[in-house]
């Protein structure tokens, strides 16, 4: 029994250093760019999933900390009243997520570009 305990416990022991480890590299290979890193969700017409698709996006964004992308757009795509009044909402709930129709990501890439 004190065999078994010791392998489990050594087991985790190498979880939690590969973890700090993780951790560590990570904070160190953060580069140091000026450019804004956005992540972008398009979201369709009667999309069902909208709302997990947006919750997901900013899970992800939450889970990868330093390495994270600064904003989400959620994009419409054409979407129905009941749609965008559902992304409002979730796009509320995170500060860094925005709805943003196609209209408005050009005119954004195209301030980019020049």
Not at 18 to 23: D, E, L
Not at 54 to 81: F, S
Request: hydrophobic share 40%; aromatic share 8%.
């Amino acid at each position: 029994m004190y065999l078994f305990s010791m392998i489990i416990l050594i087991f985790f022991a190498l979880i939690g250093i590969c973890g700090v480890c993780r951790g560590v590299a990570r904070a160190l290979s953060k580069p140091d760019s000026e450019n804004e890193i956005i992540l972008i969700e398009p979201i369709k017409q009667n999309q069902e999933n909208a709302e997990y698709l947006l919750r997901r996006a900013a899970q992800k964004v939450l889970w990868m900390g330093r390495h994270a992308p600064d904003r989400v757009i959620a994009l419409d795509c054409n979407m129905d009243c009941e749609t965008k009044k559902l992304c409002k909402l979730v796009c509320g709930d995170y500060p860094f997520m925005e709805l943003c129709s196609k209209e408005e990501l050009k005119e954004r890439i195209n301030k980019i570009e020049n």
